[in-house]
């Protein structure tokens, strides 16, 4: 017989993924991200909503299909339709990334009921935003991001309960839907799964789950922690190597969001789950009864998933009222170009607008002029003899100019205004408004001065203001300015766009916006430069693929058609006789179009001295996006939004849409801005529907301004694709503390960030915080190698709308900025539910982090918790062996004070508020950022039989094995129950190869005995000891009183009995409304709880393993003394605890708690009923 201490550490680990992947896992082909699922999902229930909708006529065709018919030869809608869902991917990326440590949000802890109620409250604000077009307009983005995060939790519900261990790959249609969840959920006091067990030394889950209720897993980190239980039978784990909460019990998880078993411990159901994922989030979107679709209206729906083609832009009207007083001629000359370009492009797509409307205004007022005509090239023609004179006297007549375009333009039509004045006519405002609403036409104001700052004295950082809120307009910088407040107010109204910008801007703003209307399909293919001094070159190789309609080529500089020459793969000349073929030279430009080329290697031979730049286009149907992700440790990654940092590692994710299955894309390739490769990336292919998705890791050191993607069509000739894609690698990382809930209406909030310096030298930066109007902080200062900044911005929302954050960081002797991230920031009402932290908890010191006396460290708090509606509020904490103590909230008036006490085993813990119309709010306790350490000693000797190989069974499978095997006993002790892990692993050789050493260990054998007995007598005298030690109070019991005007204050300290709320506390708390009231009668059922264990007065049921957990105060002296004789470790453990009791929560830093407020809005949601 022996015996010995054996201590079982079990850190946290960091960065594995805890749900479905945000992105797909390159090398995990049978692994199913959000992002995959989300766009089967929408791919699915676009199909559907064409069908229903009767815009395809094809039912028998696949989904893919059904998709690619609906869009047609219209490949730019194609492509803004999948750039949208792979935006809402990301929004659910960067959700996944902000809400680790939250429960609810990740369905997580049990908290299946309040992940349902957020989901609700998001529906909510989706409806309010979806009410009308114009609300669309101006917040589509938002209401992308708030469906992402409705998505997001919806798919979470599959891969972290145990629902599809209950029901298969069937949904649960309630949740997440207005109304109550009917199916039954296991209470905080059952046990809801059992100890996995082990085959080959491989951890096994098979059928861990206990019961028919439904219940979720708990994951250490996260903001409600496990119950600690003894024995083999507990609460349910997550079940990540991360998650230290899966080594107690019960051992294991049912986490099942990866296909891999060490990640994953039910990955086997990983399918399941996905099929379940992917037909609730279809379910979600698209039910006839239930769906966003039906909750939405189809026209909104379709603008929010952009489901969209140009097929009625013909009935459309490209219409252009311009400025044309003296200073207007360069802007004007922009215009121009811009509008040529575009005309140009699509002059072969079938998408062309009805007509051109040109209307010039001046000063005065009967200046304003307005022609129409159907022929683009009669548009450029009339931009180009356009006379600009007068208009000495800013402002100008620009809303007469507007109502001239109005007047002209036809239905559902864009109008572009340009000028570098103020309004002089801001009276016609309310007229303007009238013809714009009613002809449904959206204006975009391009505005490049004003009057007190007559012509471009703005700052060089230009500024959209956008009304739409497009998700590509971050980049813009806002000079906020009164005299455009017209311009702004018509686009706000209306869901147009104002632009505040330098006027050599103009040209890249006008073929944006007129590339939206005119829908070519022009694809990018690859440039080419060729170097002067070479004459008769003639190996200039030009790739054109299958998939190439038109081949367009334009070459610069050249002074006559005859320096180049265009050959056919064959190696023929093309002599541009034919109607397919064109060839135009304007100015120096020329300009080669080739309808329907052959595929293969065309040539072009360059017979001039000069530097030539080739840019190849085509008109195709292929064309590709392209996202980087910034890469975590365990397969965790989410969008990058700022510059990456040299040295780390990245994703690209290429989508490439109507490439089939036998074209293959080889590699991905980022260029500098003379087309050199600066980095080759390898990449996968990952099966998807509906679109070919490639994935490669790189790591970026170089500067880069393009990305090309290379590859062979399904004959095997030669692929290119090529964007923009502007890569520059930094020093210096960016990183936002996310906030878990909502700001509050009025009350300041604090957002908290960090700079950290990751290069070899020291920097000096500038950090700006816009809240997109102006500047609301500005920070500088400098960091060394390695140092990291803090700092904060405090924010105080004065209406509901959301609340946006810009942070551009800049560094002294760098030009621009050197990283920027964007945050959207709900606002609820301060009259909804409300939850706020009194007096916070100390931390759990170091020697109460483990299983073996966690129980006996006990600490307090208060909160104040609010609501309108008080009387009719529920209030909630997630762990029945934490006590609430609160007055009866039909006495209450608008807020109460509640007293929360527990022991250190509950290292989180969340105190929930939920008013009558559903809107809720929750405190955040956090007691530990450590993990408990696993006390296991061993209380007998297990016998070992020696065999050759044994073989374990288990419920589905035997394997034969000889790998270690864990027995888990209960064992009694004098104080509690502790786990006693015995492992044991023998081999028959060994013992007959070690037989000739046991003479020589019986020598050893008798010092050792003695040696033992030593320890026994040692270790039973301490244990003897420490079962009288007393717990001890982490901090002051305080009791929160109302005064005549209902605002708390701290009072006197309460008595440490044995009863901590008392009735001596008389009418100040009514302990008849604490937690726990229906416990006492189901104790009397259970006779495995104590009957000492329950509180006479309260009804709460009071663990027993801290039925000690307070003392009276006239047996302080003795207590004290009894234990000073017992244990001086104990005496010593209370000193420092009465230290600390004594500080301030200031004084000993109480970083991690969090007062967390919940995604709540202004308005009614329909009342929940709940189970």
């Not at 541009?576 to 290697?601: C, D, M, T, W």
């Not at 393009?706 to 520059?728: A, Y």
């Not at 000690?1108 to 234990?1123: G, I, L």
């Amino acid at each position: 017989m022996s015996f010995g201490w054996c201590i079982l550490l079990f850190l946290y680990g960091s960065g594995s993924v805890s749900s479905f992947p945000a992105y797909d896992i390159v090398g995990e082909r049978n692994t199913k991200s959000h992002s995959s699922i989300t766009l089967e999902a929408i791919y699915k229930a676009t199909a559907t909503f064409l069908e229903r909708a009767q815009l395809i006529n094809d039912t028998e065709l696949s989904l893919s299909l059904k998709i690619s018919k609906f869009f047609g030869s219209d490949g730019d809608s194609l492509n803004t339709f999948i750039k949208t869902i792979r935006e809402i991917s990301n929004y659910m990326g960067n959700f996944k990334r902000d809400n680790e440590n939250s429960s609810r949000n990740n369905v997580n802890g049990e908290q299946i009921l309040m992940a349902h109620r957020v989901i609700n409250i998001l529906r909510y604000e989706v409806r309010e935003l979806s009410s009308n077009l114009t609300i669309v307009r101006n917040n589509i983005t938002l209401i992308r991001e708030k469906i992402a995060h409705i998505l997001y939790i919806v798919q979470e519900f599959y891969s972290n309960t145990n629902w599809i261990e209950l029901h298969g790959s069937t949904i649960y249609e309630d949740f997440g839907q207005e109304g109550r969840l009917k199916e039954e959920m296991a209470t905080s006091r059952e046990n809801t799964c059992t100890n996995c067990g082990y085959v080959n030394g491989v951890e096994q889950c098979k059928n861990n789950t206990l019961g028919t209720k439904l219940t979720s897993g708990y994951k250490s980190g996260q903001d409600v922690s496990k119950p600690f239980k003894r024995g083999t039978d507990g609460k349910c784990s997550h079940g990540t190597p991360d998650d230290a909460s899966r080594n107690i019990a019960a051992t294991g998880g049912i986490y099942k969001g990866r296909s891999i078993q060490n990640e994953a411990p039910h990955s086997y159901l990983h399918q399941a789950a996905v099929e379940a994922a992917v037909k609730a989030t279809e379910y979600y979107i698209i039910d006839q009864d239930r769906g966003l679709q039906q909750m939405m209206g189809s026209e909104v729906f379709r603008d929010v998933f952009s489901i969209r083609t140009r097929e009625n832009i013909f009935k459309t009207s490209l219409t252009y009222v311009i400025d044309v007083t003296g200073s207007m001629g360069d802007d004007i000359e922009k215009v121009k170009t811009a509008t040529a370009k575009i005309v140009k492009e699509a002059k072969d797509s079938e998408f062309v607008p009805n007509n051109y409307i040109l209307v010039t205004f001046s000063d005065p007022a009967n200046l304003t002029t307005g022609k129409s005509t159907s022929d683009p090239f009669t548009m450029l023609e009339w931009l180009k003899y356009i006379f600009v004179g007068g208009g000495g006297d800013c402002p100008e007549y620009a809303m007469t100019g507007l109502l001239k375009g109005i007047e002209m333009s036809n239905n559902n039509s864009n109008i572009y205004l340009l000028t570098d004045a103020d309004a002089k006519d801001e009276h016609l405002k309310n007229q303007v408004l009238n013809g714009l609403m009613e002809k449904h036409l959206t204006p975009i104001f391009i505005l490049t001065g004003q009057c007190s700052r007559r012509k471009r004295e703005i700052s060089r950082q230009y500024y959209i203001s956008s009304l739409r809120s497009s998700g590509e307009q971050a980049r813009y910088i806002r000079e906020k300015r009164s005299s455009t407040s017209v311009f702004e107010s018509i686009a706000r109204e209306t869901g147009g766009t104002v632009y505040e910008i330098n006027v050599s801007e103009v040209e890249d703003i006008v073929e944006k916006e007129i590339k939206e209307t005119f829908p070519s399909s022009n694809v990018y293919v690859t440039w080419i430069e060729i170097p002067s001094g070479f004459v008769n070159i003639t190996n200039v190789s030009i790739p054109v693929d299958g998939y190439i309609e038109t081949l367009k080529l334009t070459v610069n500089p050249v002074t006559s058609k005859s320096e180049v020459d265009l050959y056919y793969p064959n190696g023929t000349v093309v002599s541009f006789i034919s109607k397919y073929e064109e060839s135009e030279l304007s100015g120096i430009v020329l300009a080669l179009s080739i309808r329907n080329p052959e595929a293969g290697q065309w040539g072009l031979q360059k017979k001039g001295r000069v530097s030539w730049l080739v840019n190849v286009t085509a008109q195709s149907a292929v064309d590709f996006s392209i996202d980087v992700l910034e890469a975590d440790v365990g397969g965790n990654s989410h969008q990058l939004t700022g510059n990456p940092i040299k040295g780390n590692r990245y994703i690209v994710v290429v989508d490439i849409q109507n490439f089939n299955a036998n074209s293959s894309c080889t590699g991905v390739v980022l260029l500098d801005v003379s087309g050199n490769d600066v980095t080759e990336i390898t990449v996968t292919r990952i099966p998807n529907i509906g679109i070919a998705r490639y994935m490669g890791d790189f790591v970026p050191f170089n500067k880069s301004s393009f990305v090309e993607i290379r590859g062979t069509d399904d004959q095997g000739n030669v692929f290119k694709r090529t964007r923009s894609l502007p890569i520059m690698p930094v020093s210096v990382q960016l990183n936002i503390i996310p906030i878990l809930g909502d700001l509050r209406l009025y009350e300041t909030s604090n957002i908290s960030f960090s700079l950290t310096n990751t290069g070899d030298s020291s920097v000096e930066f500038n950090i700006a915080i816009s809240d997109g109007h102006v500047d609301i902080s500005v920070q500088t200062g400098s960091l060394d190698s390695g140092e990291i900044y803090n700092g904060v911005v405090m924010v105080t929302p004065t209406s509901l709308q959301t609340q946006l954050l810009n942070f551009f960081v800049k560094l002294e002797n760098y030009t621009g900025t050197i990283q920027s991230e964007k945050r959207r920031y709900s606002v609820s009402d301060t009259r909804t539910a409300d939850c706020t932290i009194i007096e916070y908890p100390a931390r759990c010191p170091q020697e109460s982090l483990n299983t073996e006396n966690c129980s006996v460290y006990n600490w307090t708090s208060s909160a104040e918790v609010s609501s309108s509606k008080i009387q009719e509020s529920e209030i909630k904490v997630s762990s029945d062996e934490v006590i609430l103590d609160y007055m009866n909230l039909t006495d209450a008036n608008f807020s109460v004070g509640i007293l929360i006490s527990g022991h250190c085993c509950i290292q989180s813990v969340v105190l929930s508020i939920t008013d009558k119309n559903g809107y809720f709010d929750q405190c955040d306790f956090v007691l530990s950022n450590q993990p408990l350490t696993v006390v296991v000693y061993p209380t007998k000797e297990i016998p070992t039989t020696v065999k050759e190989a044994t073989t374990v069974t288990t419920t589905d499978e035997q394997v034969s094995s000889n790998y270690p095997t864990t027995d888990i006993l209960l064992s009694e002790t004098s104080t509690t129950d502790i786990f006693t892990t015995v492992t044991t692993k023998t081999d028959k050789q060994n013992q007959e190869d070690d037989s000739a050493a046991i003479g020589t260990a019986l020598g050893f054998s008798f010092l050792g005995l003695i040696l033992v007995l030593f320890m026994i007598i040692l270790f039973c005298k301490i244990k003897g000891s420490s079962n009288y030690n007393l717990p001890v109070v982490l901090s002051k019991y305080r009791n929160l009183k109302e005064d005549g005007t209902n605002v708390l204050e701290v009072d006197v300290k309460l008595p440490k009995c044995q009863k901590p709320y008392s009735t001596d506390l008389g009418d100040e708390i009514d302990s008849s409304n604490t937690q726990g009231s229906e416990l006492e009668k189901k104790m009397s059922e259970d006779k495995s709880i104590p009957t000492n264990s329950v509180n006479p007065d309260t009804s709460d049921i009071i663990p027993a393993a801290n039925q000690n957990a307070a003392y009276c105060p006239e047996n302080d002296e003795k207590n004290k003394n009894d234990v000073d004789q017992n244990s001086s470790t104990v005496s010593f453990n209370l000193d420092n605890i009465q230290q600390i009791d004594t500080k301030s929560a200031e004084e000993i830093g109480l970083e991690g708690i969090r007062h967390v407020d919940n995604n709540q809005v202004d308005g009614t949601v329909p009342a929940q009923q709940d189970n």
